[in-house]
């Protein structure tokens, strides 16, 4: 079975400090995604990668950076955290296009 | 990019009814939808997906239809259970990469 693991359950930070949220898979996927869930605007991705160092925007990548140097480890950098990037965030990995997504359990990130 | 729209947002049915959630997409490239339920506190997993060369799906108590013509899916629960009660996405992918793009999500609550 696959595992998705996310470093943090619930993380409180303060504005401007730099955010890190590690995701990490075991099942040698090669895309892996972030993603951010607020509610009644369902998940909106944030960055992909479909390969070590190789990284593509998603919807709403404004305020994100992301980092993949490892191909099980996908980390999503908030540079100088703000409180509209309070929210539930996902990390997921597939093993190929158009293949089904496996999720992590989320991080729940407040911002004060 | 795609367009997912979800309906209902919410859904109440009792205990041995059915249940019907609808999803329309814009892009008529996609080709790939999964469905993905994600219960209180917990990750979405996937629970059923169909592919562009094919018109249904089924799978026990669950079931997913395409149209491709009208561009829209549908995800089909019968007997439903109090386990049933959950947050369900539709998404949609292109064949052209490996975005998803995300419906809003319906939470079904099955009433006992």
């Known amino acids: 079975d696959v595992k998705v693991t996310q470093s943090s359950r619930y993380l409180v930070k303060r504005t401007g400090e730099k955010v890190f949220l590690e995701c990490v898979q075991d099942?040698?996927?090669?895309?892996m995604f972030w993603y951010r869930q607020d509610p009644g605007l369902g998940l909106r991705l944030i960055y992909f990668?479909?390969?070590?160092?190789?990284?593509e925007k998603g919807d709403i990548p404004e305020g994100y950076s992301v980092s993949r140097e490892k191909k099980e480890r996908f980390s999503l950098i908030l540079e100088s955290a703000s409180t509209n990037q309070t929210s539930m965030y996902l990390c997921?990995?597939?093993?190929?296009?158009?293949?089904?997504?496996?999720f992590g359990n989320g991080t729940r990130l407040t911002v004060t | 990019g795609e367009n997912v729209e979800q309906h209902p947002s919410t859904l109440s049915v009792q205990e041995g009814d059915s249940a019907v959630i609808k999803c329309t997409y814009s892009?008529?490239?996609?080709?790939?939808f999964p469905w993905y339920k994600q219960e209180l506190g917990k990750r979405p997993q996937l629970i059923i997906d169909?592919?562009?060369?094919?018109g249904e799906k089924k799978d026990q108590r669950i079931a997913v239809t395409l149209n491709k013509t009208a561009k829209h899916f549908s995800l089909h629960i019968t007997e439903t259970q109090p386990e049933d009660s959950a947050v369900y996405f539709c998404?949609?992918?292109?064949?052209?990469?490996?975005?998803?793009?995300f419906g809003t999500g319906t939470s079904l609550t099955v009433i006992p």
């Open positions: 997921a990995s597939s093993p190929a296009i158009n293949s089904p997504l496996h």
């Open positions: 099942m040698d996927h090669e895309n």
């Open positions: 990668s479909y390969d070590v160092k190789m990284k």
């Open positions: 892009d008529s490239a996609s080709n790939y």
């Open positions: 169909i592919r562009s060369n094919v």
């Open positions: 998404a949609a992918t292109l064949n052209t990469g490996n975005q998803f793009y």
